[in-house]
């Protein structure tokens, strides 16, 4: 389930692939790791990437070596997305691509209606739930722990509001598209009185309201 609506800008995933030539050089040798890796990209976007707008951009490596060089790239395969080297060498690690566009595609859009990421394990999770129910406001649970995607998501909106060095607990939770933070803003916001949780760790908390 996707969290923004899709962005008008697509990503771009770039593969340099083992083909082309330069001079008298010619690869005639296909490369059954940047066939691998191609698979692995198309597979990607239909599964964990579903609904994000990406453009794939093949390219053969010998007609163009120097292209990927200034991003550290010089053995194909290489993928780069949004001009940030992601994998090269051997075959693509889907998990990798997956959090590289899921990274790229946070940064470009805006979250929609109602969100809590959380952990079944989590009794914040639990009661935040409850307390979004129980004021009769749908929204979109996202298990961080069960779904790679959401885990990714999660980390790439939050970071940048709370700083890269603030530990990320859960749950995170958007109203409306606006973040609100952690169990203890939602109480804030719904006027709810929130339980400590003291094997809960420091929380991230959204920039107090003008």
Avoid at 34 to 52: H, P, W
Avoid at 117 to 136: S, W
Avoid at 177 to 188: E, I, P, R, T
Wanted: with cysteine; aromatic share 8%; proline share 9%.
């Amino acid at each position: 389930m996707s969290v923004a609506e899709p962005a008008a800008v697509p990503v771009t995933i770039t593969l340099y692939r083992w083909a082309g030539a330069w001079g008298p050089f010619k690869v005639s040798i296909p490369c059954g790791e940047c066939s691998l890796t191609l698979d692995v990209i198309n597979d990607t976007l239909a599964c964990e990437l579903e609904g994000i707008p990406v453009t794939v951009d093949v390219r053969e490596w010998l007609s163009e070596w120097w292209r990927p060089l200034p991003k550290g790239g010089w053995h194909a395969p290489i993928v780069i997305v949004e001009g940030r080297l992601v994998s090269q060498g051997h075959a693509l690690n889907r998990g990798v691509l997956t959090e590289a566009v899921i990274d790229a595609w946070a940064r470009r859009s805006t979250p929609v209606g109602n969100h809590l990421f959380g952990k079944e394990t989590c009794p914040h999770c639990v009661r935040a739930k409850g307390y979004l129910a129980e004021a009769g406001m749908e929204f979109a649970y996202h298990d961080v722990v069960r779904d790679p995607r959401a885990l990714y998501e999660m980390l790439a909106r939050v970071k940048p509001i709370v700083g890269p060095k603030t530990p990320i607990t859960v749950p995170q939770i958007w109203l409306d598209g606006v973040y609100v933070g952690g169990a203890d803003m939602l109480g804030k916001v719904l006027e709810r009185e929130v339980e400590p949780n003291p094997d809960r760790g420091r929380c991230s908390l959204s920039p107090p309201a003008a």
